[in-house]
């Protein structure tokens, strides 16, 4: 059973950069065929993909967050990482964590075969 778990801050300030992990146990980051991307939902709308990094260590944006994503990941603590710079209170949502079989679409989340909990990131001063 796949378990993948988020973490990081649950507050940040306006115009700092957010950082969030994912920890994944029970399969492997460089398993081929899958790909592990961050998504996110603010209070009311809908997810909206953000990232993915799969198993090549090939790296996928939106490109409508314009730069402000990173992904990269520890492959020996089998971890990747979401940085976002510039955060505004727009930022505001739960963060997911999850994996996905193959690649684009990215927003076909019916595709998504495992998630975290998700984390609230709240961007305030």
């Known amino acids: 059973q796949v378990q993948l778990q988020e973490s990081g801050p649950g507050l940040v300030k306006p115009s700092q950069t957010l950082s969030l992990t994912c920890t994944v146990s029970g399969g492997s980051i460089i398993t081929s065929y899958y790909a592990w991307s961050w998504l996110r939902q603010p209070p009311g709308k809908g997810l909206e993909w953000m990232g993915a990094?799969?198993?090549?260590?090939?790296?996928y944006y939106n490109p409508s967050l314009k730069s402000r994503p990173s992904i990269f990941r520890d492959t020996s603590k089998n971890q990747f990482t979401l940085q976002l710079s510039s955060v505004t209170p727009e930022d505001t949502a739960v963060y997911y964590c999850?994996?996905?079989?193959?690649?684009?679409?990215?927003?076909?989340?019916?595709?998504?075969?495992?998630w975290g909990q998700g984390t609230q990131v709240t961007v305030s001063s």
């Open positions: 999850a994996r996905k079989l193959g690649g684009s679409p990215w927003d076909s989340y019916t595709d998504y075969d495992y």
């Open positions: 990094i799969d198993s090549s260590g090939n790296i």
